[in-house]
């Protein structure tokens, strides 16, 4: 089973920007549809973007062309650069993969199989 460690967050000022990582145990991530998610007290895990293992990469709504999903097909680390932070994207992140090539039409967080502990992102105004 593939274990994600996520690497990255932090505390950034509205505007800032962080880039967060994930890597992976295995190197199956060529085959499969990987992700990132966030959450924040009391609400569900939503997601922010995915992308399949040919480089297709989707977003959600919300990411409005901040931030950019891309992965490194020599060694599987998924990257997420996150720019024009803003205090509404402060949640706890995670990783997410998903035994599919590519990547499932919405983000159902249930759907994903395997999830790393998450990196805490803070932005204040």
């Known amino acids: 089973q593939v274990q994600l460690a996520e690497s990255g967050g932090g505390s950034v000022q509205a505007g800032g920007s962080l880039r967060l990582s994930c890597a992976a145990s295995?190197?199956?991530?060529?085959?499969?549809?990987m992700g990132w998610f966030r959450q924040t007290s009391g609400k569900e895990r939503e997601g922010v973007a995915a992308?399949?293992?040919?480089?297709?990469?989707k977003y959600a709504n919300f990411v409005k062309g901040r931030f950019t999903i891309s992965k490194d097909n020599i060694d599987g680390t998924l990257y997420l650069e996150m720019e024009s932070l803003e205090p509404e994207d402060t949640a706890l992140y995670y990783c997410?993969?998903?035994?599919?090539?590519?990547?499932?039409?919405?983000?159902?967080?249930?759907?994903?199989?395997?999830w790393g502990q998450g990196t805490q992102v803070t932005v204040s105004s």
């Open positions: 295995r190197t199956t991530y060529a085959y499969y549809c």
């Open positions: 992308v399949d293992p040919d480089g297709l990469a």
């Open positions: 997410a993969e998903i035994s599919q090539f590519y990547c499932p039409p919405s983000f159902v967080a249930s759907d994903w199989e395997h």
